[in-house]
């Protein structure tokens, strides 16, 4: 592939994945919506709503440094050709605005890895800046909400929310969000853009979910599918691992093993 068509394919690229992957907070796709289950809830919309905002304001507020691994994968299929690459990045994260990136492991397209993968963690790193993220943060200011179905299972109650953006701002999407019934955090995402990032793609579908780690809630797995008008496809994933995250009070959590906290109380050494 030639040098012309090169960019054009990281352009295009960058295009499609700028736009969702800097969401390190909240995401997935309109498509693959189930249908809406009985609603029966104890709460209404505003309610829910109202503890999501506070508690998210809370655990934000909470946290004092976050350390995980990434492995970004990127496959392009179609015009001008298959495409391919991969990246292992270490993410250091100091309250309020500071977010680092460490490139362990690359491999793959060198287009992709250059002019799109540096790309998408600039583009991370923009939307950690307070004024992007008063603009993206999921809340009344920038989403309407509306409570679609209330899910009970065996891990506990789920609020199931329809958000819709209020502007065509490119860190906002349309679709849903499934919100834990214990912690008002959002556990998974199903949205699409609400903005298209290019004109070159037809159709954006974005997939999140979310783990807790200690007393925070943070992204496991990402899955994004871009459409082009040209009949190319190009899927991204983001795998997230190897958490340490320390709070505020001086409590560690990490994703193999409980906070300090919960350790204390497990060991019968909290008053």
Not at 51 to 64: D, F, G, P, T, W
């Amino acid at each position: 592939m030639g040098p012309v068509k090169g960019l054009n394919l990281a352009l295009t690229l960058l295009a499609l994945l700028s736009a969702f992957a800097v969401r390190g907070l909240t995401q997935e796709p309109a498509s693959e919506q189930a249908p809406a289950t009985k609603l029966d809830s104890p709460l209404t919309v505003d309610q829910v709503v109202d503890r999501l905002e506070r508690k998210n304001a809370e655990r934000k507020q909470e946290m004092a440094r976050l350390e995980g691994r990434r492995i970004y994968r990127l496959v392009y299929r179609g015009f001008p050709g298959d495409r391919e690459a991969q990246m292992q990045v270490r993410c250091v994260y100091q309250n309020p605005d500071d977010k680092q990136f460490f490139i362990q492991q690359s491999s793959g397209s060198k287009v992709i890895l250059d002019k799109v993968f540096q790309k998408l963690l600039e583009g991370e790193q923009e939307a950690t800046q307070p004024q992007n993220e008063q603009r993206s943060i999921l809340s009344r200011d920038n989403y309407s909400f509306t409570l679609v179905a209330y899910e009970q299972g065996p891990e506990g109650t789920t609020y199931v929310l329809q958000v819709e953006p209020k502007s065509k701002n490119r860190f906002l999407y349309v679709g849903r969000i499934w919100v834990d019934g214990d912690d008002f955090a959002v556990k998974k995402i199903r949205a699409e853009p609400a903005k298209n990032p290019s004109f070159w793609t037809k159709k954006n579908e974005i997939e999140h979910e979310y783990m807790k780690v200690g007393d925070f809630w943070v992204p496991v797995r990402n899955r994004s599918v871009s459409s082009t008008r040209l009949g190319g496809t190009a899927t991204l994933t983001i795998e997230y691992s190897d958490y340490e995250i320390k709070s505020k009070q001086g409590e560690t959590a990490s994703s193999d093993r409980p906070s300090t906290a919960s350790a204390k109380r497990m060991h019968g050494e909290e008053q």
